[in-house]
């Protein structure tokens, strides 16, 4: 298993150790329509259902892991693990109740940074996925088979980020055309509203 070390460690139980093992070969980036904190949702997925990412993410840009990255979690549908053995590693973002904002500057470079981690020690290549078995880089709704019944996660304007800054910013900082930040200081998480949140997805290995 391999563990991210920009990630705090919230491992979860069993199914870090029972479920099968992966090679990564695309990140795919979630919202999870909820304005939790990482712990929230470390809490959702090891009390309330038998799903789970492999990360999750707060407004505050702060990252934990709950399963290692060559374990398959269970929140891209078709791309958790392929017959080959192949995978996507996915991080569940903290967002409002519809998912229609934007990532803040916090989680962005967050997301940055364990974007040019997966780049780095797994080779996930540095492009967007062509196709849902294409090595690379996406977000949720890219591909149908990341979705059981289809998804709108996530929202427009964090489409727009991924493609106009996320993923631009991996590419630029693993080929070493721009040098690593410094992340922001932490906001507070906003006071969270415990509304279950639309899980839209995903039941699939």
Not at 18 to 34: E, G, K, M, N, R
């Amino acid at each position: 298993m391999a563990w991210y070390p920009g990630a705090i460690r919230m491992e979860l139980q069993p199914e870090s150790d029972s479920q099968p093992a992966i090679i990564p070969t695309q990140f795919v980036l979630h919202s999870i329509a909820a304005p939790w904190t990482k712990e929230r949702t470390f809490e959702f997925w090891r009390d309330s259902t038998n799903l789970e990412s492999h990360f999750g993410q707060s407004f505050d840009g702060s990252i934990a892991q709950y399963i290692g990255t060559e374990t398959r979690a269970d929140a891209t549908y078709l791309a958790n693990r392929r017959p080959d053995g192949t995978g996507a590693v996915a991080i569940e973002t903290a967002s409002n109740l519809d998912h229609t904002d934007p990532w803040t500057a916090a989680q962005v470079e967050g997301l940055i940074s364990l974007g040019v981690w997966l780049h780095q020690r797994h080779g996930i290549p540095l492009r967007i996925c062509r196709t849902a078995a294409d090595p690379g880089y996406g977000y949720h709704r890219l591909h149908a088979d990341w979705a059981l019944g289809g998804t709108a996660c996530p929202g427009d304007a964090r489409v727009k980020q991924f493609r106009e800054v996320i993923f631009p910013g991996i590419v630029a900082r693993a080929t070493g055309a721009q040098p690593p930040t410094p992340p922001p200081p932490p906001t507070p998480d906003p006071a969270p509203r415990y509304r279950r949140p639309r899980i839209y997805r995903w039941i699939g290995a």
